[in-house]
């Protein structure tokens, strides 16, 4: 059964109509009104001068006749005069009106079209301007999304490039046999294929943790063992000329809400974080309670700018722009790192100085 679309007037067609109803109705309502009560009235009229001692019983119908004929005119004058300017008023408001939105959906079209640093103007309608006010900052996010996702294929392409040119050189010689097969060259395409796992691991945990897809295990946990055994487990990593890492907690912490799994992530990618850009001095994982258990991971390395700091946990920035892996990431561990700890109803704060340090806290809710 083929079901017929049903034609549907413009928004100018139905503002006009439903003014000329409402004009209408009210023209009508008058008429009716005047026709009933006007006759009535002018009669009472001639009655009190009658009373008065005026004698008008020889012109009473002429009166009568001439009121009514003077009233039909007037009538018709008024609704005529009354009528157009209704009308044309109401033309020009629905035109007005008609205006903004035909602006409003012209700059839509063009953003839509891929042009984001198109913004609707300001209106004098308040609930335009609402709209346009809406509108203007869902397309500030989107043009900041836009220019995150440029920056992330750069950025993605120069991390993929590195390791796959090594692993391709590599291949290459040993194929041709101009270098030959040492546990060296194996080791080397070994550790540039566990870095390009670890970059393809990292972007499918961040796309599940934004799309809500991670699964979490909250329950009643004791994280001391846990901070116990990652501080045992850095300390193997550190040289012995690298910064000292420092378990500031007391054994009976409260038990927390709180996956075990995704705190012990949360923890290695702010301890490694630590590690990367902290030459010298101390790490220290400190832990409180202040309605919330707070962990925090203390450092003395370079510091992170107070222009950046709004921005740290922001998908794929990073203040180091020269794309060197060694010394800046992509941003994606600590996106991940707010996300996790979101999920479990937490909140996570940085603060930092540079040259003096960085300081990562986050908050686990309370098991009681």
């Not at 009235?41 to 008065?52: A, C, P, V």
């Not at 670890?198 to 961040?206: F, G, I, S, T």
């Not at 690298?242 to 702010?270: F, H, K, W, Y």
């Amino acid at each position: 059964m083929k079901v017929r679309k049903r034609k549907s007037l413009p928004l100018a067609s139905r503002l006009f109509f439903s003014h000329l109803v409402v004009m209408i109705v009210g023209v009508l309502s008058y008429v009716v009104i005047s026709k009933i009560s006007s006759p009535h009235f002018f009669s009472q009229h001639l009655e009190r001068l009658q009373r008065e001692g005026t004698d008008i019983d020889d012109i009473r119908s002429e009166l009568v006749h001439s009121f009514d004929s003077a009233w039909r005119s007037s009538t018709l004058w008024s609704v005529l005069v009354g009528a157009s300017a209704a009308g044309g008023l109401s033309y020009w408001v629905s035109l007005r009106i008609m205006q903004q939105l035909t602006e409003m959906e012209f700059i839509t079209q063009k953003f839509a079209a891929g042009q984001f640093n198109e913004r609707l103007p300001l209106s004098d309608i308040p609930e335009f301007n609402r709209l346009g006010s809406s509108f203007n900052r869902m397309a500030a996010s989107i043009q900041d999304v836009e220019v995150r996702r440029r920056d992330l294929v750069s950025d993605m392409t120069h991390e993929l490039r590195t390791p796959l040119t090594v692993v391709r050189g590599y291949l290459e010689e040993l194929a041709d046999g101009r270098i030959d097969e040492q546990q060296q060259v194996y080791q080397q395409l070994i550790k540039e294929t566990r870095r390009l796992e670890r970059l393809v691991n990292d972007l499918q945990e961040l796309s599940k943790a934004e799309a809500g897809y991670l699964p979490t295990n909250i329950k009643p946990v004791d994280l001391y063992p846990l901070l116990e055994s990652l501080v045992q487990r850095f300390k193997d990593q550190l040289l012995e000329d690298g910064p000292v890492l420092l378990l500031e907690s007391s054994p009976s912490i409260p038990l927390v809400l709180a996956d075990i799994d995704r705190t012990e992530q949360i923890l290695i990618n702010l301890i490694g974080n630590a590690i990367r850009y902290t030459y010298s001095g101390s790490i220290s994982i400190r832990t409180w309670f202040d309605e919330q258990l707070w962990i925090a991971v203390v450092d003395t390395g370079v510091g992170i700018a107070t222009e950046d700091l709004p921005h740290v946990f922001e998908r794929f920035w990073r203040a180091d722009k020269s794309r060197n892996r060694n010394s800046g990431g992509t941003g994606i561990g600590l996106a991940i790192t707010r996300r996790l700890v979101e999920l479990q109803g937490g909140k996570i704060e940085v603060e930092s100085e540079l040259g003096i340090g960085t300081t990562f806290r986050f908050s686990l809710l309370p098991a009681y």
